[in-house]
Structures are given as structure tokens and as C-alpha cells.
């Protein structure tokens, strides 16, 4: 079963735009991280933030956390077609080692 | 080093053929997992292994489904009796695992098996 879901299912923009994708989850977490997935192919890892940091960048990406509302966003800034891809989340649940994927924001990002 | 590996890329297949599909990790990883991932869907997991042990699988994985790592490097994900509903994109991926109190490893993935069952 998919623990979160992201929100919006499909975002389009226009490049130099910035994309913001959603990420609710069910049970407390040791660790959020972000995948990319471009069509049928396998994941890349984003970034990684740990259940006691709120916000963490890398490059033209920022993530934050809110463990009290258990939700995460991630914001792509001046984005490029090279970003149109699939975005997943995935937590793994206290005491278990496993990831367990969102249901992916589509983001298509047109030149 | 290249990364996770995955072979076959595609697998097409009837009904009731048995299929295995072969992971490489990255060299110096000792956890490998196996997830599936449909259509539409975010992956799934279905097992995981540090080194040769299997520590963990889900009940997804049905008794047609069997995983090995035998010498804690390569693994396979073998499906017998194929059915329709086993088509999907199956992913591996791999860590590494350095300290127990880490609870979670960035997981690297491969390019995935994608098998059609007609």
C-alpha cells in the first residue's frame, strides 16, 4: 500500500517558472526522501531530509518538513524542460528499513 | 563504477512461463531491495537483503515469487506460473549500510526490468 500521496497528480509550467509538489504521509518517519523518474525509467535520487530537519537544499532544490502535519514540499526553481519527469516521495516508517513510495506528481515543463 | 544494473531491460512472456531477472549493486552496497511498480504508481516493495540474508519481505510476494543472493553480491527475482497481473516494471536498488543506528540508507536504483505477461 502507498504510504503518502503527492499533491498536485500533474503539474505544467513553463520553463523559468518554479514547480512545487506535495507530500503527505500516514505514519511517523525516521526519513522523507525525493526520487525523480523519467518516463520507463528507474528512480534518481533527489535529496534525503531526516525527520529532525524542516528544511534542506541542494542546487535548485529545496525540501521542507513538517512532522506535525506530516507533510513535505518539494520546490524546483527555474525550471528547465530537462525537468519534466515524475516526482515520488518515500518514507520509510520508524523500525523498518523499506521505502514507501507516494503516488508521484507528473511535472511537464514546457520550453 | 556504473551504478545498479539490471538484466533483461524488457521481458516478454506468456502466461505460465517462469521468469528471472537478474540485480547488480553498486560494488561495496550491502543491502539490495527489490520493488515493483506499475503503471501510474508509485514502486512497491516487495523484499530486501543485507548481504546473502533476506530480512524482509512483503506479502506481495506471493509464493511464486522467490529472491536470492546467494554470495551477498548479485541478486534474482524469479516469478513461476506467470500471470497477467505480474506485469509491471520491476526495480532494484541498493545501499549501504555502515552503522546500525543509521536508520536509513540513501536507496540507489537501477534502470528496472519491465516484463509483459500476455
Known amino acids: 500500500s502507498q504510504q503518502g500521496e503527492e499533491d498536485p497528480q500533474a503539474l505544467s509550467i513553463q520553463e523559468g517558472e518554479n514547480a512545487t509538489m506535495n507530500c503527505s504521509y500516514k505514519?511517523?518517519?525516521?526519513?522523507l526522501q525525493w526520487y525523480r523518474q523519467n518516463s520507463g525509467r528507474g528512480l534518481v535520487h533527489l535529496i534525503l531530509i531526516r525527520s529532525n530537519e524542516r528544511e534542506k537544499h541542494s542546487g535548485r532544490l529545496r525540501v521542507t518538513l513538517d512532522t506535525s502535519k506530516k507533510s513535505s514540499s518539494l520546490l524546483i526553481t527555474a525550471s528547465r524542460a530537462a525537468d519534466t519527469a515524475s516526482y515520488f516521495c518515500a518514507t520509510d516508517a520508524q523500525n523498518t528499513d523499506k521505502l514507501i513510495f507516494g503516488t508521484g506528481t507528473r511535472l511537464q515543463v514546457f520550453p | 563504477d556504473t551504478g545498479v544494473s539490471q538484466d533483461p531491460r524488457h521481458k516478454i512472456t506468456k502466461r505460465g512461463q517462469n521468469v528471472t531477472f537478474r540485480c547488480d549493486p553498486i560494488?561495496?552496497?550491502?543491502?539490495l531491495y527489490w520493488y515493483r511498480q506499475t503503471l501510474g504508481q508509485g514502486p512497491e516493495f516487495l523484499t530486501y537483503f543485507q548481504n546473502e540474508a533476506q530480512l524482509e519481505k512483503s506479502r506481495l510476494l506471493s509464493d511464486r515469487f522467490s529472491a536470492e543472493r546467494p554470495k551477498g553480491s548479485f541478486s534474482t527475482l524469479e516469478i513461476q506460473r506467470t500471470e497477467q497481473g505480474d506485469s509491471a516494471m520491476y526495480l532494484c536498488?541498493?545501499?549501504?549500510?555502515?552503522?546500525?543506528?543509521?536508520?536509513?540508507?540513501?536507496?540507489?536504483f537501477g534502470p528496472g526490468t519491465r516484463l509483459t505477461v500476455l
Open positions: 505514519t511517523s518517519i525516521n526519513n
Open positions: 536498488a541498493s545501499s549501504l549500510r555502515i552503522l546500525a543506528e543509521i536508520s536509513t540508507d540513501t536507496q540507489y
Open positions: 560494488s561495496e552496497h550491502n543491502r
